[in-house]
């Protein structure tokens, strides 16, 4: 069984800066990418950022380039770091983990199969 848990969550004002943190740990699987989506009531979950597993690419959504950063944290950790933020990046982000290798489209859903449970992050104007 695969746990995926994220941390880092919080409520900030705008202009501030949040680290999440996520970890995915146990049975045996490969790791060929990691993304964080987003989902804030009415709107439908939205990509934010991936990395794969090799290389040195990573993929953003255009809302968040140049103010997020995801790194690769280790064995199967991956962070995501949120500076300048701003009302509108409020939502609850989830860790997603693609164990498949399924192409090179890393911005859609589908393409991971294990899901964390969320973090609340709340940005105040």
């Known amino acids: 069984q695969v746990r995926v848990a994220e941390s880092g969550g919080g409520s900030v004002q705008t202009g501030g800066s949040l680290k999440l943190s996520c970890a995915a740990s146990?049975?045996?699987?490969?790791?060929?990418?990691m993304a964080w989506f987003r989902k804030a009531p009415p709107k439908e979950r939205e990509f934010v950022a991936a990395i794969p597993w090799s290389g040195t690419d990573t993929y953003y959504q255009n809302s968040v380039e140049g103010r997020f950063t995801i790194s690769r944290d280790g064995a199967k950790r991956v962070s995501l770091q949120m500076d300048s933020l701003e009302p509108e990046d409020t939502a609850v982000y989830y860790c997603?983990?693609?164990?498949?290798?399924?192409?090179?489209?890393?911005?859609?859903?589908?393409?991971?199969?294990?899901w964390g449970q969320g973090t609340q992050v709340t940005v105040s104007s």
């Open positions: 146990g049975s045996t699987f490969t790791v060929y990418a």
């Open positions: 997603a983990v693609d164990p498949y290798n399924r192409g090179s489209n890393y911005f859609h859903a589908d393409r991971y199969r294990y």
